[in-house]
């Protein structure tokens, strides 16, 4: 094993017996109970997808669904020690039995990943549902064979936009501009508008915009204004960048060990869990819009004065024209020869979409 990744799973190790109690297992015992209980790594802490959906699932629904019989612990990858670019390797070897992993950060190291969510190819969630089913054979059967990983079910974070301190009317306004980017893809749009891509961690986002690092950002329409975005920039676009993928999974050895009951329940239930994030997320992107603008439709954040740039017949053609011409290339360039047959074999067909053709 190479040098870093065992310090990164000692380290990793490390941090989740802190958290858990215990490490190696996909079980915890419990010293009181005869209740068996699960380790869980979720998504990002704070935000709705954790809070509302995964939480109280594994925290209180699991052990009513199986009776009382097994039980759940959950903590966001972002508070629990755990690189989020590393979490599929450790998933991979089994310091993290269950993990969810952001699809910007696993597609880093494994470009071919990225397909179903590159900048600009879904410009509304049923156009993103369409080109992930037709996806998703592959990424289980990657998953399953390249990393012992098996994939349990896919979220979706709210509709991933562009926030802008200063005024803007189009896509095209963004030219000569520093734009806050979160992955490759992102800054392949971003440097097709002429602009210019910042990669910064969400933590940093508000402190980035307020030292001039960067003058947009591009993050969910909600999670934009969780942060307070809605006081520190004055526009708001309404054209889905991307969408914020998750990849929830097992460990493929803590999967098969888990007793056949439990595994019915889960897979009966996680598609259930899968679908109620989605549906969240739909009504989160516009809610986020609306508490944005100050719109009474706002109940769950807190209500700014953006002004909302609609995403009109010209910037719609610009998104394809910008995707066929540099976002898929330089995917397929960082993907390699392979991914060229596939996009063709999988997204390529759902979307009509050739590599390297006009729009």
């Keep these: 094993m190479h040098p870093r990744l ?14 858990f109690g215990g490490a190696g297992s996909a079980f915890a015992q419990s010293p009181v109970a005869p209740v068996q209980t699960l380790r869980i790594v979720g998504g990002l802490a704070g935000l709705h ?5 995964e939480e109280p699932f594994w925290g209180k629904e699991l052990l009513r669904l199986t009776g009382g019989k097994y039980a759940a612990e959950i903590v966001p990858f972002d508070r629990a020690g755990v690189p989020g670019p590393e979490l599929l390797r450790l998933m991979q070897f089994g310091v993290v039995p269950f993990g969810t992993a952001l699809l910007s950060n696993v597609s880093a190291q494994n470009p071919d990943l990225a397909a179903p969510d590159l900048a600009g190819l879904n410009p509304d969630l049923s156009t993103l549902r369409k080109n992930l089913a037709a996806f998703r054979p592959y990424l289980e059967k990657t998953l399953r064979d390249r990393h012992g990983v098996e994939l349990l079910a896919v979220y979706i974070y709210p509709a991933q936009v562009i926030f802008c301190k200063n005024p803007l009317a ?3 306004d963004l030219a000569g501009r520093r734009v806050r980017v979160s992955s490759a893809t992102q800054s392949d749009f971003v440097s097709a508008l002429n602009a210019t891509p910042v990669l910064v961690g969400l933590s940093q986002l508000i402190s980035s915009l307020n030292s001039g690092a960067t003058e947009c950002a591009i993050t969910g329409s909600m999670s934009g204004n969780t942060l307070g975005l809605h006081e520190f920039t004055s526009h708001i676009h309404s054209m889905p960048v991307t969408w914020g993928l998750a990849l929830f999974a097992a460990n493929q050895n803590a999967w098969s060990a888990l007793p ?3 595994r ?3 897979a009966q239930e996680l598609p259930k869990l899968e679908a ?5 997320s739909e009504r989160e992107t516009a809610e986020g819009f609306a508490c944005n603008r100050g719109l009474p439709a706002c109940t769950a954040g807190r209500k700014g004065r953006m002004t ?3 995403s009109s017949v010209q910037d719609d053609k610009r998104r394809r024209e910008l995707f066929a011409s540099t976002v898929l290339p330089r995917w397929l360039q960082r993907c390699g020869a392979r991914c060229s047959e596939l996009w063709s074999q999988t997204i390529g067909v759902a979307s009509g979409i050739k590599p390297n053709a006009a729009p």
């Design 170 to 172: 189009s896509l095209a």
């Design 308 to 310: 909302e740039v609609a």
């Design 49 to 53: 997808q954790f809070t509302r959906n």
């Design 260 to 262: 056949g009951d439990l």
């Design 6 to 19: 065992q310090i990164l799973k000692a380290a990793s190790a490390w941090a989740l017996l802190c958290l």
């Design 264 to 266: 019915a329940v889960l």
């Design 276 to 280: 109620a994030i989605w549906s969240e």
